[in-house]
């Protein structure tokens, strides 16, 4: 039997604090991530998004239920995960080239000269080929998010784990990195999960889209994105992409639409 790249098997997740008392963030939440797969997730602010990759990325254990990769109970992070935040994180005192470098050398232990010439490619690829000399703080938020990009892409992960990544982006740049993450993810598969706020973005992107509740979360729905592939800009405006966005809306809609 094959297992499923990711699964989430009956998840709760308590965060208890002294001061604020405790939140339930997520509740019997299952789902499953086929190897190869792109799924996004979406779901209204606070409804448990960040939570669920934190999970998956063993960086929070769940207060019930099973998280599991490949079949393993994951128990701690694992160096085979990439993960793109929703704020950068890079370190202040490296430079964008060593910045990207940063996993390649002390995940790896390696001295990163072989990567030098693939992190450039990478760092032209998001648009930050002349910077690479530059400090973290002489780039704007969404340069330093493209620059996180590249870093967690030349790791080359099985599995890349992103939080709402483009969320810093202008529309342009954001559509065009959507179709760049779509090439290098045909080029050499990888199970992506990606969280997103924007619809639209989703339905281009992925094979799935799982729509969560409101918080305490859990997932609603899974919509199976026909779509034919590669997508290009015509499939935005196609009547099928339409129709799907127009479903997804809805979902999410959906607690806001049968209150009203
Ligand atoms: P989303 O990414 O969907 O906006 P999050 O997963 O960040 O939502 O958070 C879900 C809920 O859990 C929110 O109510 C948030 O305040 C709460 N939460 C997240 N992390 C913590 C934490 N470390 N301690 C306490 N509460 C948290
Ligand atoms: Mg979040």
């Given at each position: 039997?094959?297992?499923?790249a990711?699964?989430?098997?009956?998840?709760?997740?308590?965060f208890?604090s002294?001061?604020?008392?405790?939140?339930?963030a997520?509740?019997?939440?299952?789902?499953?991530?086929?190897?190869?797969?792109?799924?996004?997730i979406v779901?209204?602010?606070?409804?448990?998004?960040?939570?669920?990759?934190?999970?998956?990325?063993?960086?929070?254990?769940?207060s019930q239920?099973?998280?599991?990769i490949?079949?393993?109970?994951v128990?701690?992070?694992?160096?085979?995960?990439?993960?793109?935040?929703?704020?950068?994180?890079?370190?202040?005192?490296?430079n964008?080239?060593?910045n990207v470098?940063?996993?390649?050398?002390?995940?790896?232990?390696e001295?990163?000269r072989?990567?030098h010439?693939?992190a450039?490619?990478?760092?032209?690829?998001?648009?930050?080929?002349?910077f690479?000399?530059?400090?973290?703080?002489?780039?704007s938020?969404?340069?330093?998010?493209?620059?996180?990009?590249?870093r967690?892409?030349?790791?080359?992960?099985?599995?890349?784990?992103?939080?709402?990544?483009f969320?810093a982006?202008?529309?342009?740049?954001?559509?065009?990195?959507?179709?760049?993450?779509?090439?290098?993810w045909?080029?050499r598969?990888?199970?992506v999960?990606?969280?997103?706020h924007a619809?639209?973005?989703?339905?281009?992107l992925?094979?799935?889209?799982?729509?969560?509740?409101?918080?305490p979360?859990s997932?609603?729905s899974?919509i199976?994105?026909?779509?034919?592939r590669?997508?290009?800009?015509?499939?935005?405006?196609?009547?099928?992409?339409?129709?799907?966005?127009?479903?997804?809306?809805?979902?999410?809609?959906?607690?806001?639409?049968?209150?009203?």
């Amino acid at each position: 039997m094959e297992w499923p790249a990711i699964a989430l098997e009956g998840v709760d997740k308590v965060f208890d604090s002294t001061k604020t008392g405790s939140v339930r963030a997520l509740v019997d939440l299952d789902l499953t991530v086929e190897r190869g797969e792109f799924i996004s997730i979406v779901g209204p602010s606070g409804c448990g998004k960040s939570t669920i990759l934190r999970l998956i990325a063993g960086l929070l254990p769940p207060s019930q239920g099973h998280v599991a990769i490949d079949g393993t109970p994951v128990k701690e992070p694992r160096d085979e995960i990439g993960i793109v935040f929703q704020r950068p994180t890079l370190l202040p005192w490296l430079n964008i080239r060593d910045n990207v470098l940063f996993p390649i050398r002390h995940k790896r232990g390696e001295s990163g000269r072989r990567f030098h010439g693939e992190a450039q490619a990478l760092l032209d690829m998001v648009g930050l080929g002349d910077f690479s000399s530059h400090m973290p703080d002489q780039l704007s938020g969404g340069m330093q998010q493209r620059a996180a990009i590249a870093r967690a892409l030349l790791l080359d992960p099985d599995i890349l784990l992103m939080d709402e990544p483009f969320s810093a982006l202008d529309a342009l740049t954001r559509d065009e990195m959507g179709f760049e993450l779509l090439r290098i993810w045909e080029e050499r598969p990888k199970t992506v999960v990606f969280i997103t706020h924007a619809i639209a973005e989703a339905v281009l992107l992925s094979d799935r889209v799982a729509i969560m509740t409101e918080r305490p979360g859990s997932i609603r729905s899974v919509i199976e994105i026909d779509l034919p592939r590669p997508r290009t800009f015509a499939t935005l405006s196609s009547p099928r992409f339409l129709e799907l966005s127009n479903e997804i809306r809805a979902g999410v809609l959906h607690r806001i639409a049968t209150a009203a």
